[in-house]
């Protein structure tokens, strides 16, 4: 657990070194899936990089809470305080009650995260699991005099709570320009202020997510549930909280000032991490724009600008090799190249996992590569300088596995182990399952009998039975040809 982790902070716009209140304890909240809807590919990468992060969290022997919730009430539709609600709506549209919208995509949640090697959160709180808990902090907020009542539903009054913090920190947005960039929404007559935002609204009559409060039958605030699960779970101060970069207005802004106001903590959160967009043609991937691709499109490769089918750990390298905090565009070229890496590292880790131990002198210089792979990570999460770091040293495994270099027993044990552990614990790769191991195994077998080809040109026909004697002791029995040799695996 070297102090050494550095990790952007949006909220100071700098890189600080991590210090957690209460090491090995760290706290982290992501904004979970509004779960009327598949979640695109956009999504799927913010929730992947923060996978990288609690990942990497844990190597460096953190014990993490990692907490990310369902939003199933609440979200209306344009993110503003007026319209429908987005799972109401869907309710309405595939006539389903709307906890069964829910759980649907909830499931689809659940399974495209577990497809692309996401690891569950420790603890996964949905906002109707918590409507006792957010009228309470609505109380708690109101009777600070940081909200009001108008008829029925509750707002925050943001003037009067900029009066003693600053609001608009995190974006770095003044309130005065705020309040040029506000529409007049409908409904914003009931606010004393365009600024303001609903904590609780009434509910009207047909709308059908309703709960009894103090103000008669409403419904939480969108922003409301990540302030109430977020310090229920973690506390008034916790040390990370993340999502993507589009959420850091209005969202994060609104859950701080709701944090700061019910708790009076100055710091609820210690860390802002925000991931960067997943883009289309150039474009912000959004559903509501009609400018996004599904997971299961690049599953299945039937879309129109997409050549082939791609795993969807080739899918996983292809987010992996962008820094989280870098803008990313998907293209079936990029995919190609991600697929073919992936592969390579593919076969590296098998070299690495198959383990069979080295006896030689060599040693390329696997300490400091450790050390260098390592750095990577604790630089903010560095995860395109560790795939650089890794296709160095599959270049290792290769050469040991061709007899070209002699590694050193704990130079191989050093390499071998580490790759592994970055290439799975770390990126949360696997090797494809299934028969895609035998794919793996014809391609390291062309590649040995590509080497032992050459060898046997220079007429090395020591190198060459070392060789053949080897794999023979691995199971595998070589023919030699006329002009080519044959692999088969002994039964
Ligand atoms: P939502 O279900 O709309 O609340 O979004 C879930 C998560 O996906 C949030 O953290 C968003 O910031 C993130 N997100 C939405 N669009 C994109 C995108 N194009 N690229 C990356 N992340 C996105
Ligand atoms: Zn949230």
């Known amino acids: 657990m070297a102090g050494q982790l550095k990790l952007y902070n949006s909220l100071s716009r700098q890189k600080e070194v991590f210090e957690p209140l209460n090491p090995p304890f760290v706290g982290m909240y992501v904004c979970g899936p509004t779960?009327?809807?598949?979640?695109?590919?956009?999504?799927?990468?913010?929730?992947?990089?923060?996978?990288?992060?609690?990942?990497?969290?844990?190597?460096?022997?953190?014990?993490?809470?990692?907490?990310?919730?369902?939003?199933?009430?609440?979200?209306?539709?344009?993110?503003?305080?007026?319209?429908?609600?987005?799972?109401?709506?869907?309710?309405?549209?595939?006539?389903?009650?709307?906890?069964?919208?829910?759980?649907?995509?909830?499931?689809?949640?659940?399974?495209?995260?577990?497809?692309?090697?996401?690891?569950?959160?420790?603890?996964?709180?949905?906002?109707?699991?918590?409507?006792?808990?957010?009228?309470?902090?609505?109380?708690?907020?109101?009777?600070?005099?940081?909200?009001?009542?108008?008829?029925?539903?509750?707002?925050?009054?943001?003037?009067?709570?900029?009066?003693?913090?600053?609001?608009?920190?995190?974006?770095?947005?003044?309130?005065?320009?705020?309040?040029?960039?506000?529409?007049?929404?409908?409904?914003?007559?009931?606010?004393?202020?365009?600024?303001?935002?609903?904590?609780?609204?009434?509910?009207?009559?047909?709308?059908?997510?309703?709960?009894?409060?103090?103000?008669?039958?409403?419904?939480?605030?969108?922003?409301?549930?990540?302030?109430?699960?977020?310090?229920?779970?973690?506390?008034?101060?916790?040390?990370?909280?993340?999502?993507?970069?589009?959420?850091?207005f209005p969202h994060h802004e609104c859950e701080i000032a709701q944090n700061v106001a019910a708790s009076g903590e100055s710091k609820p959160v210690q860390y802002w991490l925000h991931g960067n967009m997943l883009t289309l043609n150039g474009k912000k991937m959004s559903k509501s724009d009609g400018n996004f691709l599904l997971p299961g499109d690049l599953l299945s490769g039937n879309h129109e600008m997409l050549s082939r089918a791609y795993a969807p750990m080739a899918i996983r390298f292809f987010f992996m090799q962008a820094h989280y905090g870098s803008t990313l565009d998907l293209s079936d070229d990029a995919l190609q190249a991600a697929q073919k890496g992936y592969k390579r590292l593919s076969v590296a880790f098998v070299i690495a996992s198959s383990g069979q131990p080295q006896t030689g002198q060599d040693d390329p210089g696997v300490e400091r590569w450790l050390t260098a792979s390592e750095a990577a990570m604790d630089d903010d999460f560095n995860s395109p300088v560790l795939i650089a770091q890794l296709f160095e040293g599959a270049k290792w495994l290769q050469a040991a596995v061709s007899g070209e270099l002699k590694l050193h027993p704990k130079a191989w044990q050093t390499l071998s182990t580490s790759f592994c552990r970055f290439f799975n614990e770390v990126l949360g790769l696997e090797p494809e399952a299934g028969e895609s191991k035998g794919e793996i195994l014809q391609t390291v077998m062309e590649m040995v009998l590509e080497l032992r080809k050459e060898v046997r040109q220079k007429k090395d026909w020591a190198m060459s039975d070392l060789i053949r004697d080897r794999l023979a002791q691995a199971g595998i029995e070589i023919k030699d040809g006329k002009s080519e040799s044959t692999w088969t695996l002994k039964s």
Request: proline share 4%; hydrophobic share 35%.
């Open 35 to 248: 779960v009327y809807n598949n979640v695109h590919l956009g999504n799927l990468r913010t929730f992947t990089s923060f996978d990288l992060i609690y990942r990497w969290l844990r190597y460096r022997g953190y014990k993490v809470r990692y907490v990310r919730n369902i939003t199933d009430v609440g979200h209306l539709e344009n993110d503003a305080d007026e319209g429908e609600d987005k799972i109401a709506k869907k309710a309405r549209l595939e006539q389903l009650e709307p906890m069964e919208i829910v759980q649907k995509y909830t499931n689809g949640f659940h399974e495209v995260m577990s497809i692309f090697g996401n690891i569950p959160p420790s603890i996964e709180p949905t906002a109707t699991g918590h409507i006792v808990e957010q009228i309470q902090t609505v109380q708690t907020i109101l009777a600070k005099g940081l909200a009001y009542e108008v008829n029925g539903s509750v707002y925050f009054d943001v003037r009067k709570f900029n009066d003693v913090y600053p609001y608009g920190s995190l974006s770095g947005r003044q309130i005065d320009d705020l309040v040029s960039g506000t529409r007049n929404l409908d409904g914003q007559d009931e606010k004393r202020d365009a600024l303001d935002f609903a904590l609780w609204k009434k509910a009207s009559s047909e709308h059908i997510m309703r709960w009894p409060s103090p103000w008669g039958d409403g419904f939480p605030g969108w922003h409301l549930e990540c302030s109430v699960m977020s310090s229920k779970y973690l506390g008034h101060r916790f040390d990370i909280h993340g999502g993507g970069m589009d959420l850091k």
